[in-house]
């Protein structure tokens, strides 16, 4: 059971996030749930690691191992803004955490398609999302057009999850 949830987990983990995030941006969902959702999501992400470490070593997973090693201090940092750590201004925590996990995944997807046979055009387009989001989130004047950037890259990133969930 527990190889199954580390299998398809992050299929349903990736979406989660950023619905999360959106509704929080739009002030569904309190800051605070936010906070927790951070605090979760770095426990899940080291003991996905630890789990996972030996499967993780061939060409594209060894990839995706460093993607999630990297994103779990990117994670971190979304925590420790919540708390006032570090003498760092929490948005440029936030920002450290929601433009890390906008754009680390971008890098993965990129290598990603470079070495697939089959299904590198969803690769190529969840790079091309997470990028394209992350600018529209920047240039973004207003909730609506933030959460239109951050459905772009789940919408990207979900895409190449399922695929990658469902193929391999």
Known sequence: MFRSLRENGPALLVPAAWLVVAATVLE?????????????????LVAFLAASWRDMDADVLRAWRLVVLVGTPVTLAGV???LA???????????LSVFGWM????????YTARRVEVGARIYEVGAA?????A????????PPGIVAGLALVGLGQTAG?????LRY
Do not use: E, K, Q, Y
């Open 85 to 95: 750590l570090w003498g760092v201004p929490p948005r440029a925590l936030f920002a």
């Open 103 to 110: 754009l680390l995944p971008a890098a993965g997807f990129l």
């Open 161 to 165: 999850i399922l695929d990658a969930t």
């Open 80 to 82: 420790a803004g919540f």
């Open 129 to 133: 999302c997470c990028v394209a989001g």
């Open 135 to 142: 600018v529209a989130v920047v240039a973004a004047s207003s």
């Open 28 to 44: 569904i969902v309190s800051t605070h749930a936010l906070f927790v959702a951070h605090v979760v999501m770095s426990v899940l």
